[in-house]
């Protein structure tokens, strides 16, 4: 059974830092590329930032946020730094191999900077 467990989530003043981590079971975690995404209140879930091969992040995120992986503990990792409000959303888990059409959702964890 395919598991993708977020934690880390939580309140954080804006400026403040925050790191997510995923845990993943299931499936062949060092096979495929782990990304993370986010959804505001009222907004499309939209990509943050991924790693497998290479690496990437969303604009809005370059220089704050820095994706990592443990193949070791099967985990995934968002250090995330000087957050505002914008960032405010629930953060949500991928795993994706796309030459298995293998496409896995965490449930997410929710994100809030305010003062």
């Known amino acids: 059974q395919v598991q993708l467990v977020e934690s880390g989530g939580g309140l954080v003043q804006p400026g403040g830092s925050l790191r997510l981590s995923c845990a993943g079971s299931?499936?062949?975690?060092?096979?495929?590329?782990m990304n993370w995404y986010r959804q505001a209140p009222g907004k499309e879930r939209e990509l943050v930032a991924g790693i497998g091969s290479t690496t990437y992040y969303a604009d809005f995120v370059k220089g704050r946020f820095t994706i990592s992986r443990d193949n070791a503990k099967n985990t995934v990792y968002l250090q995330m730094n000087n957050l505002n409000p914008d960032d405010t959303a629930v953060y949500y888990c991928?795993?994706?191999?796309?030459?298995?059409?293998?496409?896995?959702w965490g449930t997410g964890t929710l994100v809030t900077v305010s003062s």
């Open positions: 991928n795993a994706n191999l796309q030459i298995l059409r293998a496409n896995f």
């Open positions: 299931g499936f062949s975690f060092s096979a495929f590329a």
